[in-house]
């Protein structure tokens, strides 16, 4: 059913989330909360080298430290063959995965596991790591994604060789992969134009930076019969996964998953999982794992950093005829960087003639790059929107202006492919044109800029369930992990199908063996696709608790109506009855057939592509470079909001990650190829007092494909800031930064270039 | 397992006593915010921590003949709600309020910040602009010693295995005084200061300055207590000329390393503008133009 | 050496325990004592997830040895609300959403009550700067201050 245009008296609430109060006063568990009874503690030893050939290794020391149970390494492991993996978000291959985990013959990276033990206590554990005896080759490394390119370059892996390029290279290179788009004639083009802008942007790479680390609980039966504790972004994907890694019957593997305290798309993948239940299975008792945040930074997963190349040619009246992007994104130590949705976002928001782009997924010797929100499109729009921002200025053009000239529409069709339909890029900008921010007047000495992002949102796989209790209240059953509110849009689509209070709907997130297959929290599909199947289960509830109606009333189905959570008679024909609630039916529901209840699971397509227009105000301080924002607007069409309270939250949390990942985040690397600021402290995050309100603006436009016409809202906040940050301080002091982070010492430095001081 | 063991004397000959017997690396623990932190990350490898906060006199403030006394361990938010420091020495209170977060100030120390001995610690040039004297106690009795003698290299302090700081002594202030410090950090907080400056000076009823202390943070291997800067300050009004002559003596006295926080080039460059902006603050103070912290 | 026994008030209650030297406040709640409200995101006091209130202070018990415990009166995240009465501060932060992940929500409130404790009646730059030990990557911190800022009201309402 579509409730489009009907009545809604749920969904677009703010109704107290069903897991709040766990959540303020301490009770809710996540990865690391949990205990079971003779549970031991396992750690990680990692390497200290960037590269290196692991000649041996030794932990006879460690096995006799009394208190240590046992050591594994990659030998304890399978040997996994190359496989594409299609179970998190993102590419991923599982031999890939597996050497990620424990290094196998190489070391690829500072931080890379290469052996874990267990033991009785944490101390112990750490004690035995330093026994652990392993004897390295240092290789030479390489950190830079255009060093990694060069012909002379370390090579990560003797059998990695460039695809998409004809005919095959015959030597192995870093350059996994190379991605190509053509739309139209490109040179011709900007042979037409009569401004052409061009630019080099770098970003570094940022890490998701998700409050919790990575942790786990995980016991190995006897007979084989595993269970997994972990906080994750998909139950389902620890299980996939760690069934492929270790080599064990996906039905012998029941993943219950923790609360997740962050994740960006950063535990879309495994790290710990395979390695505390390789040691559960060696030593017989439950194995505790959580990672330190040194490990989090040095180990798990981190975004691209990455050099890009950008021209834009446009006619004088702001006609866009040609646009051309080459990125080089690093990958980390095996393939798989977010080159292609980066090749396909940058310009997916303009309706233009000739597009050329041009990718390359390049390792270095870096941790292995995980999702983070949106993944490669921030990267991608950093450069074409601030290029765009210098060719609106060239033109004399207002830059929402050149925007509206040149924006995508229903029907625009995508340099990659498909066409777009029923998309609110127009919409987006107008709301922002029309915003008190925009309006408003600057203070003497800041800057204002704007940009945009697109992201295309996924659906796919997801299950849910809808029981009836003997009470006539309700219980939701999710199978996507609840990473940011998702239990109470859920339940409120639920409560708003069957037309009863959100408070009647309890939520839950099911295990592995509890409900049907659902694919991970990411790619902003879980109000989609999972709140699709719950609202069909819903519907279906609705049809039985009809039915059950019709039974006690002795009277066909279709003469039932079913409002205000209450069965009625259709009509004076179908009979006169007193209407029978939800608890009523309930209650005589063993005697009309049983328990009502139903699961739904669904492949759900249609998830309508989400835009968003950032405004950002900066003051800068010109001695010392620091950049402050005091105004921020996220104009964000995002279908319809289930619940906008959690829908703005994704929106002023993706932009503050945004914010953070413009000014000051960046991974730094030592001499020797070391990260040198895994912590917080110089890993700098954005701070409460860094920031002003950020203001949400949300635009509805309905995407008829899902059942109250939302959208994914999660990802494409974290698309425009870099730009609309960079666009403010070029107002602010007239100067281009397309170096990211635009630290103070960089708006120092490009200050004294320009007044000659350097 | 090689065993950490901790203990807690009431009196100052037991903390003495236990610093001195300690057979390995012996530490004094007072807020902990930075010892922990090294024990935690494998950086510090005590074999005993000696916790002084049971020590009579430690902790608190008290005036002393119109100069205070602040306990060694006192934590930085009661020298916060201080008023007497708040009025006296508003600098050096700004610059320990500038340590770590809210919950870092539950335990923060001066005696910690200064004995931590990192060049980039944020009360250190303010207690060196504050001429402030540090009271150590040891073995060999009790010493006064001038604060900018304590650190001797990062990490390193000058004093003895069984000696530790009981309490600092801040000098009586003569009228027209003030302080001030400001650090420059890339966010607005929880970084480490990428340059710190704190200055205290004296001025006659003409504005003119008459005495100043000028203490200049990560700059160097430890904070520096920087003459010419002062030299700069004493005999003139805080003019265009006087602040270009601060600016630069600041500049010139700096010898930083390149490094996560900061360039060489960067940090040179912020000495001289933080100098001129804590200045300005601090002559303000002195005539009495402006009161309280700056953020 | 042996363990350290303990003697402390948590939550309101006397309570023993045992630890060794190394392990912290934090690693003695969550580990000795089964109080896992308090999380650890760091171990380095800069994320404020394990805040407590020691002695009328907040302060990261992560950067604090269990054996300190002794005499002191400390509050956990889990002696905030009174029963099933929530303080006013978790209750604003259910009604504003200034929760998504809800990691480092626990140290948020203990720090927030905290606040309003000393200071009833902060700005909103006030409440930032309180609140710039505290990380939260999920809400870009504009709910959880809009959250503490209506807690301020309403408890200045009710005391009035």
Redesign the interface.
């Known amino acids: 059913m579509n409730y489009l245009g009907t009545d809604l008296r749920v969904v677009g609430t703010?109704p107290?989330?069903p897991?709040?109060?766990?959540?303020?006063?301490?009770?809710?568990?996540?990865g690391?909360?949990m205990?079971m009874p003779g549970m031991l503690w396992g750690k990680v030893k990692r390497s200290p080298h960037a590269h290196a050939r692991i000649v041996s290794i030794d932990a006879s020391k460690a096995l006799k430290?009394p208190g240590v149970r046992a050591v594994i390494t990659a030998a304890d492991l399978p040997n996994i063959e190359s496989e594409e993996a299609f179970v998190g978000e993102g590419p991923m291959n599982f031999r890939d995965l597996s050497r990620n985990c424990m290094a196998r013959d190489k070391a690829l990276y500072e931080g890379h596991a290469v052996a874990a033990v267990c033991a009785i206590s944490q101390?112990?554990c750490?004690?035995a790591l330093e026994l652990i005896d392993v004897k390295y080759d240092v290789l030479p490394y390489v950190i830079d994604v255009e060093d990694a390119m060069k012909d002379d370059a370390p090579v990560l892996h003797e059998d990695l060789f460039t695809a998409n390029v004809e005919p095959k290279p015959t030597k192995p290179s870093n350059i996994a992969k190379r991605v190509y788009f053509n739309k139209g004639d490109v040179e011709a083009g900007f042979k037409q134009a009569d401004v052409i802008v061009e630019g080099r942007y770098t970003t570094e790479p940022v890490h998701?930076?998700?409050?919790?680390?990575h942790a786990c609980l995980c016991s190995y039966g006897a007979d084989g019969q595993c269970t997994v504790f972990s906080s994750s972004q998909g139950h389902f994907m620890v299980r996939s996964y760690v069934a492929k890694l270790l080599g064990i019957d996906i039905s012998n593997i029941r993943c219950t998953p923790a609360?997740?305290?962050?994740?960006?798309g950063g535990k879309t993948l495994v790290y710990l999982e395979p390695l505390a239940l390789a040691l559960s299975k060696k030593c017989g008792r439950p194995v505790k794992m959580?990672m330190?945040?040194?490990e989090v930074f040095r180990a798990s997963g981190p975004t691209s950093g990455a050099t890009m190349e950008v021209k834009l040619g446009a006619k004088k009246d702001g006609t866009i005829v040609a646009a051309k992007h080459v990125l080089k994104y690093q990958a980390g130590a095996f393939p798989g960087s977010p080159i292609q949705p980066g090749c396909m976002c940058g310009f997916a928001m303009y309706d233009l003639p000739n597009i050329e782009v041009l990718g390359y997924d390049v390792v270095s010797n870096r941790p292995k790059v995980a999702a983070y929100r949106a993944p490669g499109a921030p990267i991608a729009s950093f450069a074409v929107e601030c290029a765009l921002d210098d060719l609106a200025r060239k033109l004399g053009m207002d830059p929402i202006e050149i925007r509206e000239k040149n924006g995508a529409k229903s029907g625009t069709k995508t340099h990659y492919g498909p066409t777009h339909q029923n998309i609110g890029y127009l919409a987006t900008l107008e709301a922002a044109k029309n915003s008190a921010h925009w309006k408003s007047p600057l203070k003497p000495g800041q800057g204002r800029g704007i940009a945009t992002g697109f992201w295309f949102n996924i659906g796919g796989e997801s299950s849910a369930a809808v029981h009836v209790a003997e009470d006539g209240t309700v219980v939701a059953v999710s199978g996507s992990p609840d990473?940011?509110?998702s239990r109470a849009s859920i339940g409120m689509m639920v409560a708003e199908a069957l037309q009863i209070p959100a408070e009647k709907v309890r939520t839950i997130v099911a295990d592995t063996a509890s409900i049907g297959f659902t694919h991970v929290t990411g790619g902003s599909r879980v109000t989609f696709a999972t709140g699709m199947a719950a609202t069909m289960a819903a519907e279906k509830v609705v049809d039985q608790l009809k039915q059950r109606a019709a039974m006690i009333w002795d009277i066909t189905p279709d003469a039932v109506d079913w409002r205000d959570g209450q069965a009625f008679p259709a009509g004076t024909n179908a009979g006169a009855f007193e209407p029978l609630s939800l608890a009523e039916i309930a209650l005589k529901a063993a005697r009309t057939g049983g328990p009502v209840t139903s699961e739904v699971s669904v492949n759900a397509q249609g998830a309508g592509p989400g835009f968003g227009a950032h405004i950002c105000d900066v003051e800068v301080d010109k001695?010392?470079?620091?950049v402050t924002i005091v105004r921020y607007t996220a104009v964000q069409d995002v279908g319809r909001a289930i619940?906008p309270?959690?829908v703005?939250?994704?929106i002023?949390?993706?932009?503050?990650?945004g914010i953070g990942w413009a000014?000051?985040e960046e991974y730094?690397y030592d001499k020797d190829g070391r990260m040198?600021?895994p912590?917080?402290?110089?890993y700098?995050?954005?701070?409460?007092?860094?920031?002003p309100?950020?203001e949400a603006i949300l635009v509805e436009v309905p995407n008829p494909r899902h059942p109250f016409g939302a959208r994914g809202v999660g990802e494409v906040p974290i698309i425009p800031p870099m730009a609309a940050v960079g666009n403010a301080i070029r107002d602010a002091i007239g100067l281009r930064m397309a170096s990211l982070p635009m630290?103070?010492?960089k708006v120092?430095?490009a200050l004294?270039v320009a007044n000659g001081d350097d | 397992?090689p065993t950490l063991n901790y203990a807690a004397p009431s009196t100052v000959d037991e903390a003495v006593k236990l610093l001195a017997g300690a057979s390995g690396l012996a530490k004094v623990l007072s807020g902990g915010t930075d010892l922990l932190v090294q024990m935690r990350?494998?950086r510090m490898k005590p074999d005993l921590i000696v916790d002084t906060k049971m020590i009579p006199g430690i902790i608190g403030i008290r005036e002393e003949g119109g100069s205070f006394v602040v306990g060694a361990a006192t934590p930085g938010a009661v020298v916060e709600a201080h008023a007497g420091m708040n009025k006296a020495w508003p600098g050096v209170v700004e610059a320990l309020d500038l340590i770590g977060s809210t919950q870092i100030q539950g335990r923060c120390s001066l005696a910690g910040n200064l004995c931590n001995a990192s060049p980039a610690a944020d009360s250190v040039p303010a207690l060196y602009a504050a001429g402030a004297i540090a009271v150590v106690v040891g073995g060999k009795g009790r010493r006064e010693v001038p604060v900018e003698q304590i650190p001797t290299a990062p990490g390193r302090t000058s004093l003895a295995k069984d000696e530790f700081i009981l309490e600092f002594k801040f000098p009586p202030r003569p009228p027209r005084s003030g302080d001030a410090y400001l650090r420059?950090i890339?966010?607005?907080?929880?970084?480490?200061a990428?340059v710190g400056c704190g200055i205290s000076v004296t001025l006659n009823e003409q504005g003119v300055c008459t005495a100043a202390r000028v203490g200049l943070g990560a700059v160097a291997p430890t904070v520096l207590l920087v003459k010419d800067a002062a030299d700069a300050l004493i005999g003139h009004t805080l003019d265009a000329d006087t602040l270009g002559k601060l600016d630069a003596a600041a500049r010139a006295a700096c010898k930083p390393i390149n490094?996560?926080?900061?360039?060489i080039?960067?940090r040179t460059?912020?000495a001289g503008?933080l100098a001129r902006r804590v200045a300005a603050i601090a002559f303000d103070r002195a005539m009495g133009k402006s009161q309280g912290k700056t953020h | 050496m042996s363990k350290h026994h303990v003697s402390t008030t948590i939550n309101g209650e006397p309570v023993e325990f045992l630890c060794?030297t190394?392990q912290t406040m934090l690693d003695t709640l969550?580990d000795v004592l089964?109080?896992?409200?308090?999380?650890?995101?760091?171990?380095?006091g800069?994320?404020g997830?394990c805040t407590i209130i020691l002695d009328g202070k907040i302060v990261c018990s992560c950067l604090m040895l269990g054996v300190e415990a002794e005499g002191k009166t400390i509050t956990?995240?889990?002696g905030?609300?009174q029963g099933d009465h929530?303080h006013p501060v978790?209750q604003k932060?259910?009604?504003?959403?200034a929760?998504?992940?809800?990691?480092?929500?626990?140290g948020f409130?203990v720090a927030a009550k905290a606040l309003l404790d000393e200071n009833p009646n902060p700005t909103e730059?006030e409440?930032?700067?309180w609140?710039?030990?505290?990380?939260?990557?999920?809400?870009?911190?504009?709910?959880?201050?809009?959250a503490v800022m209506d807690a301020a009201a309403d408890m200045r309402g009710a005391a009035q």
């Open positions: 703010r107290v989330r897991d709040g109060v766990d959540k303020v006063t301490g009770r809710a568990q996540f690391a909360d205990v430290l101390a112990i750490d004690e998701q930076a998700y409050i919790e680390p609360e997740i305290g962050g994740g960006f959580q330190t945040r040194e990473i940011g509110g001695e010392t470079g620091q619940h309270s959690y703005e939250g994704q002023q949390g993706g932009a503050v990650q000014l000051n730094i040198d600021n912590g917080f402290l110089d700098r995050c954005p701070v409460a007092s860094d920031l309100m950020i630290s103070p010492p120092r430095k004294d | 397992m990350s494998g420059f890339p966010r607005t907080e929880m970084d480490i990428v490094d996560k926080r900061g360039t080039e960067y460059k912020v503008v | 060794e190394q969550r089964g109080l896992t409200g308090s999380k650890e995101g760091c171990a380095s800069d994320c997830a956990t995240i889990e905030i609300a929530l978790q932060f259910l009604e504003h959403a929760l998504q992940c809800g990691f480092c929500t626990p409130i730059t409440a930032r700067y609140l710039a030990g505290n990380l939260c990557r999920c809400t870009g911190y504009d709910k959880i201050i809009r």
